[in-house]
């Protein structure tokens, strides 16, 4: 049996809530500006950190600092390449994503 982690460490944000502001207003506000303003966030919170620091984790068996990042560019270059091929394309394939 494994033992459950603290609630804090399994969510550092706290859990998702879906809000009612999830409508194309608030998409525009807050959901396409916090895209825009993400990768000069990323750059400001670790260009300071040493390689060491990179390797951080936040808490036991989770990724580094550096892993996460990673992890970021990857994803949103995912979400781009789908949305770009879902844009242009006359019947776009839907393929799942894990």
Request: hydrophobic residues 35%.
């Amino acid at each position: 049996m494994t033992e459950e982690k603290p609630h804090c460490l399994r969510f550092p944000i706290g859990e998702f809530l879906f809000s009612e502001e999830s409508n194309v207003k608030g998409i525009e506000d807050r959901w396409i500006s916090t895209s825009e303003e993400f990768p000069a966030e990323i750059i400001h919170l670790t260009s300071g950190l040493s390689s060491e620091e990179k390797g951080w984790k936040y808490r036991p068996d989770g990724w580094s600092i550096k892993q996460v990042v990673h992890h970021c560019a990857d994803s949103h270059m995912n979400a781009f390449i789908r949305i770009k091929k879902a844009l242009t394309e006359i019947e776009p394939t839907i393929s799942g994503y894990q």
